[in-house]
């Protein structure tokens, strides 16, 4: 019986047998885009779409809808925009909600600032390594100016941290189409959003935005406080220190606490199933981007630094690519056959319509009546 079982799972490894059924997860891929740029194009800008200030019929939506709106497209656009890491990671990580009396010189007066707390507060292994992770907005970081400041996520508590120790992740601001940029959702997530205009609970800003300093409007949403996080801590820095104050980056909005792996991860089944009628989850984007490695021929360089990226070997890489279904990995070929064996003759570059190029002579013969194709073949062959 223990052979039969062996001989089994050893089937089951050289064919990439799982239990669950990956094409009921995998993307229907949209034609000339792979799994990646599919779940990005039907469900991260759909939800980007959501995070508006108005309804339908223009009235205002509520600021804890603007707010979980914003947190549901946020906690995709994580591991979409950035090589996945797992998701424990996103889950647990953790904001500032305090700084420091002094503000660094390269803090501009009106930007947001959301610093590292200092590592005499932070969680560490039993070595005194970091055993947290941060999310964090800079203007200068190991000898490099950021004017405008720079999102990062610094990843300290992570199973393979042992080998690959701490890694700062910087997120880019990807600008959008109608003027608004990703930094602008982050921060009006972690911030609030303000809006000028004669509300009725209008009031004039006072903040720390000068663009905005003597507007009349209100806050349109609190953001994260909207969800009245009851995970926040306050940590003293030293005997008689200053306190520090931090939370955890996506609370459940409906009791503010962290959420598990099943809560995290099934508001990403949800969501995928209903916008696109698959179960997608953190885990498998991380295969998306496997797939989308090998399918757009990143080089062995590349291939290198998206799997130091995403926190694991190239081996790993290359068996987490393994894991997509078959019709997807046989795509590449179909679409190679396409191009270079059944292409229109129109489509052939100009020196290919004259001479002995293959490609001309499998052209011609197709125009031919089954009859006179033959005729042909057979002269070919007497030849």
Excluded at 133 to 150: I, S
Excluded at 165 to 177: A, D, H, K, L
Excluded at 362 to 383: D, G, M, N, W, Y
Aim: aromatic share 12%; hydrophobic share 35%; glycine share 6%.
């Amino acid at each position: 019986m223990a052979s039969v079982v062996t001989q089994e799972v050893q089937k089951w490894q050289r064919t990439k047998t799982t239990v669950a059924d990956i094409t009921r997860k995998w993307p229907d891929v949209v034609e000339g885009e792979t799994a990646l740029t599919t779940v990005r194009q039907l469900v991260v800008e759909p939800l980007r779409q959501l995070t508006r200030l108005r309804r339908k019929n223009a009235a205002y939506r509520k600021g804890d809808v603007i707010a979980k709106s914003h947190q549901h497209y946020l906690k995709w656009v994580l591991p979409t925009d950035l090589p996945t890491r797992r998701q424990v990671i996103y889950r647990t990580t953790k904001i500032a909600l305090s700084c420091p009396v002094h503000r660094p010189e390269s803090v501009p007066v009106d930007g947001y600032y959301f610093p590292l707390p200092p590592n005499g507060i932070r969680d560490k292994n039993d070595d005194g390594t970091l055993a947290d992770n941060y999310l964090c907005k800079v203007y200068a970081y190991k000898d490099k100016v950021y004017p405008e400041g720079v999102w990062m996520l610094q990843i300290c508590a992570d199973k393979i941290d042992d080998v690959y120790g701490v890694y700062m992740m910087e997120i880019p601001n990807r600008f959008f189409n109608d003027e608004t940029c990703l930094y602008d959702y982050l921060e009006h997530y972690l911030c609030g959003w303000w809006v000028p205009g004669k509300f009725s609970n209008r009031q004039p800003y006072g903040w720390w935005d000068s663009t905005l300093q003597g507007q009349v409007g209100h806050w349109a949403t609190k953001g994260w406080t909207e969800f009245e996080p009851s995970e926040t801590y306050e940590v003293e820095e030293r005997s008689q220190g200053p306190l520090w104050r931090w939370g955890y980056l996506f609370p459940l909005p409906e009791t503010g606490k962290i959420g598990d792996g099943t809560t995290f991860g099934g508001s990403f089944l949800r969501t995928s199933y209903q916008l696109i009628g698959k179960r997608v989850t953190p885990h498998l984007i991380r295969s998306f981007w496997a797939t989308w490695a090998f399918q757009v021929k990143l080089t062995e360089a590349e291939v290198a630094s998206l799997a130091f990226a995403m926190g694991h070997s190239v081996q790993t890489l290359k068996d987490i690519y393994e894991r997509c279904t078959a019709q997807e990995k046989a795509r590449p070929i179909y679409e190679a056959i396409d191009r270079h064996l059944f292409q229109r003759l129109e489509d052939a570059p100009e020196g290919a319509k004259t001479g002995m190029n293959p490609l001309w002579i499998v052209e011609e013969l197709r125009k031919l009546p089954p009859e006179e194709r033959q005729k042909v073949i057979r002269l070919a062959a007497a030849s």
